[in-house]
């Protein structure tokens, strides 16, 4: 049984580039949520996807944006690319929303902005 | 507004001694609580998780946690560490009955000493 799949594992972007991240959610969760680490912090929230809508928002500007799509796969989007949206990129899946439900982390992307 | 605090950035503990690694959560309500591990340049792996019940939560690998709503902790235990410990542990929250958003604190870098 696979579990979270991240792709592509690291990549180097230029400012002002945009760059897409992709993310297969464990076998049998329908739910996907992408974090933001920067290095020596702990994971950020950006948004959570489900039945292929947005449901939630973290504070992150509008530079950030997703998709999932009919098999629960996600993207993650960023436009405009920052210095400081280096970063480790994860996602996360989980079945259904319910905060009862054990969310399952991928390897992440490693983002670096030069 | 939910937030996470682990008061200790680093620490060190020497191979065979216990450990206690502290958590703090604001929240009005009881929250969801978690423990994750994160390894050099990988995700995150679930250690345990506080839903409700009994306030001893038994994880993988050894790890246990109390919850004491009187302090506001969610601490980290493990009566023995192993050198494989070495690592950066993550304390979250999410709020009881609403999506699964995790709210991380800055996280603790355990050092193992031989």
């Known amino acids: 049984d696979a579990g979270v799949t991240q792709s592509p594992t690291h990549l180097i972007k230029t400012r002002g580039q945009q760059v897409t991240l992709r993310c297969s959610p464990k076998?049998?969760?329908?739910?996907v949520s992408w974090y933001q680490q920067a290095l020596g912090q702990g994971p950020q929230f950006i948004f959570q996807?489900?039945?292929?809508?947005?449901?939630q928002r973290g504070n992150f500007p509008d530079r950030f944006s997703g998709h999932q799509f009919p098999n629960y796969s996600s993207e993650l989007n960023v436009n405009a690319l920052l210095l400081g949206d280096s970063a480790l990129y994860l996602c996360?899946?989980?079945?259904?929303?319910?905060?009862?439900?054990?969310?399952?982390f991928g390897e992440g992307s490693w983002l670096t902005v030069v | 507004a939910q937030s996470v605090t682990q008061p200790d950035i680093h620490i060190t503990v020497s191979e065979g001694a216990s450990l206690e690694l502290r958590c703090n959560y604001s929240y009005g309500a009881t929250p969801y609580l978690f423990w994750y591990v994160q390894s050099p340049g990988q995700g995150l792996q679930l250690l345990l998780k506080y839903f409700s019940g009994d306030t001893l939560v038994q994880g993988i690998k050894g790890f246990e946690a109390e919850f004491k709503r009187s302090q506001s902790s969610f601490n980290l235990r493990k009566p023995s560490v192993h050198w494989s410990d070495a690592a950066e542990y993550f304390c979250a929250s999410s709020k009881s009955g609403a999506t699964n958003k995790l709210i991380f604190g800055t996280g603790t870098l355990l050092a193992v000493q031989p």
């Open positions: 076998s049998g969760h329908d739910t």
């Open positions: 996360a899946s989980s079945f259904r929303q319910g905060s009862g439900n054990t969310i399952y």
């Open positions: 996807y489900y039945e292929e809508e947005e449901r």
